[in-house]
């Protein structure tokens, strides 16, 4: 298969449907509301994926947490505007700490990389903190995460159908992030046609939010 996106146009499309996926819950109601949340689907798979690439090529993996940590925080007053109305909402967290912990998983998956149970049970306590912890996405995102990282090395199509069997069995219209998945599969480390700041998603990622919820105060 030939590659056809490189890691900015795929961010940069990432980036472009989670904007559609929020403006949505903000602005919208009925089919436009439900086009616009399809589409948004699309984001979660590249984000994920490319934190797998992040850890896998950081050569300093505390720096890498922190950054993703400071973020999280820094997203989570802004995520709790726009999805629940309060200042800080406790009952779910921003997908930043997904990413955290996924983050944390890997670290672990691949420090106990030759010991099979240890690394289902890693699997396993990256899913059930992202379910206790209500972070966005459940333990379904943490999953998805960590799948990016043990198939990393498969055939792509076997890839691509563990964990489109994984969005389609969490349900709703999670099966559209397949969409995102299939654009994963094109992807190849490539010289870049579309440069982007380094830090371009972290600063987004609260950055839309806060505009969509002063917009919507207008």
């Given at each position: 298969m030939s590659g056809k996106f490189t890691r900015n146009q795929l961010k940069a499309a990432a980036m472009i449907a989670m904007f559609c996926d929020?403006?949505?819950?903000?602005?919208?109601?009925g089919e436009p509301y439900l086009v616009m949340r399809m589409i948004g689907r699309i984001a979660f798979p590249i984000f994920a994926y490319f934190i797998v690439q992040g850890f896998l090529h950081t050569s300093d993996f505390r720096k890498y947490f922190m950054r993703?940590?400071?973020f999280a925080l820094i997203s989570e007053i802004p995520f709790d505007l726009v999805f629940s109305g309060k200042v800080l909402e406790l009952h779910s967290q921003n997908v930043m700490f997904t990413m955290l912990i996924g983050l944390g998983m890997l670290f672990f998956l691949r420090k106990w990389g030759e010991n099979g149970w240890a690394r289902g049970l890693v699997f396993l306590a990256g899913c059930l903190c992202g379910a206790v912890?209500?972070?966005?996405?459940?333990?379904?995102?943490?999953?998805?995460?960590?799948?990016?990282?043990?198939?990393?090395?498969?055939?792509?199509?076997?890839?691509?159908?563990?964990?489109?069997?994984?969005?389609?069995?969490?349900?709703?219209?999670?099966?559209?992030?397949?969409?995102g998945v299939l654009g994963i599969m094109l992807y190849r480390e490539e010289r870049e046609v579309l440069p982007l700041p380094k830090y371009l998603f972290y600063i987004f990622y609260p950055a839309h939010l806060l505009f969509l919820f002063f917009l919507n105060m207008i």
């Open positions: 929020h403006f949505a819950v903000v602005f919208l109601q993703i940590g400071i912890l209500r972070v966005d996405y459940s333990w379904f995102g943490v999953a998805v995460v960590g799948l990016f990282y043990l198939l990393r090395n498969s055939w792509e199509r076997y890839r691509l159908f563990v964990i489109s069997v994984l969005f389609f069995s969490y349900g709703g219209i999670e099966w559209f992030g397949i969409l």
